[in-house]
């Protein structure tokens, strides 16, 4: 392949200057898209950038929420267990008590006198 010089080599100045011009028009019909082009994939780059960005926080909030969340059930279910321990508690008492009663009426109708 020559280069611009060898292919000038011989021409007069005005060819030359005719060659240089149509070359120079060849080369900028393959800049100018290519310039398009690289302004395009750059804008495209920040919006890519931009979205990944907003992710990155929506999943953080995301992740906060449910940190949030998940501290909330483990509080209700610590209230629940207690709830139920009181609960069962009561009951546990409340039999004791009943059967205690029992006793004593089964005692009673035993032996009256007591």
């Known amino acids: ?7 000038c080599d011989g021409l007069t100045n005005e060819q030359t200057q005719r060659v240089i011009a149509y070359v120079a028009e060849l080369v900028q019909e393959r800049i100018n898209p290519l310039e398009s082009r690289i302004v395009q994939l750059k804008q495209e780059r920040r919006e890519q950038e931009q979205f990944q960005r907003t992710l990155m926080l929506d999943n953080q909030s995301l992740k906060e929420s449910l940190d949030q969340a998940n501290a909330t059930i483990v509080i209700l279910n610590a209230r629940i267990t207690a709830a139920n321990l009181n609960e069962q508690l009561r009951d546990d008492l409340e039999n004791a008590a009943n059967q205690h009663e029992q006793q004593d009426q089964e005692r009673m109708e035993q032996d009256p006198q007591k």
Do not use: D, K
Not at 1 to 7: C, D, G, H, R
């Open 1 to 7: 392949m020559l280069n611009l010089t060898e292919v």
